[in-house]
């Protein structure tokens, strides 16, 4: 089972701008609040491709997770493993900027809890129809899938075939039906953490504005000092 959400909206600020501050959106809970639940972000790859110009970047970041109660609620403690959600999500993000034609591709996926859920975020920053520089138009599509239900089949087989909990399930919902069940609360879950995140980037995108982006890069170059010297 697959289920799909995709939003558009629009940033007042120039292309170039919005890509600094995607980059920036993790660097600091002082510069973003709204990525508190950010542990920490490390890049593992970033080159310019010679023939196109191109920026391309891997990067992985550790967040808070805790996935949605009703999920676990529907599971057995066999599969969830009886901690209730609360883990830490490493989420892989990839990223093509052109700068020159004036676009921006990402893609960020988690790296656990895939075997209960799958939840693939695909963004497109551009500059609009009008040409008109000093706004970003942004295309949002958010993919969840999962195969739970068939992994519980396979995994409980035996279960299933002489009753009990495992029987309960697939038999009241289906197989369909868990995956349903799942997608659709993870996906109430995620529009609302994204309405949070494009709270964040136009956050990140005014203190630019009013501070400049060398303003900004030297308050989180004093403030990586900071925390060097406490630690």
Do not use: C
Not at 40 to 58: A, G, W
Not at 154 to 167: C, L
Not at 189 to 208: A, F, P, W
């Amino acid at each position: 089972m697959v289920l799909t959400h995709t939003t558009a909206h629009q940033y007042s600020h120039p292309f170039p701008t919005v890509t600094l501050a995607y980059f920036l959106r993790y660097s600091s809970p002082q510069l973003n609040p709204f990525a508190a639940h950010v542990l920490s972000t490390d890049t593992i790859s970033s080159h310019v491709d010679p023939e196109t110009q191109r920026l391309h970047t891997t990067r992985i970041h550790l967040k808070k997770s805790r996935m949605p109660g009703a999920v676990f609620k529907m599971l057995p403690g066999s599969v969830t493993g009886g901690n209730g959600g609360d883990k830490a999500s490493y989420i892989l993000e990839t990223s093509v900027v052109d700068i020159k034609e004036g676009w921006m591709q990402t893609e960020s996926r988690n790296l656990n809890f895939t075997g209960i859920l799958s939840v693939v975020e695909q963004q497109n920053f551009k500059l609009p129809a009008e040409n008109m520089a000093s706004q970003t138009d942004v295309t949002t599509s958010v993919i969840f899938r999962s195969r739970l239900g068939e992994k519980i089949r396979g995994k409980f087989g035996q279960a299933h075939q002489e009753g009990g909990f495992i029987s309960g399930i697939i038999g009241g919902w289906g197989t369909k039906g868990i995956q349903r069940s799942i997608e659709s609360v993870a996906s109430t879950k995620t529009l609302d953490q994204l309405g949070k995140s494009r709270d964040g980037m136009r956050l990140v995108l005014e203190r630019i504005r009013n501070n400049g982006v060398i303003g900004v890069l030297e308050t989180l170059r004093r403030e990586r000092q900071r925390q060097s010297l406490g630690a």
